[in-house]
């Protein structure tokens, strides 16, 4: 009903909602700088890090690669509004 002002979303969802429906969205305007950001990690123990630098470094890799690439398509399959 239009009613919202301002609304404050994690880019890549909001990104994700925006595309699934566009039309619905298109007055929607994208602030920069962020509000806030925030780096989310996945966390490995002090002891696997340790013990395997390198797949722990080809993970940190992998989820980058996937975050910049996939996530919009992934995202998709749960923004259906």
Known sequence: MRRVDLAALHDVTADSIIKSNPTSFENIEKLRP?????????????????????IAQQIWDAIEIIRETEFDEIASKYANL
Do not use: C, G, Q, R
């Open 34 to 54: 962020a509000y806030i950001t925030k780096a989310y990690y996945l966390m490995l123990s002090h002891d696997f890090v340790e013990k395997n630098p390198k």
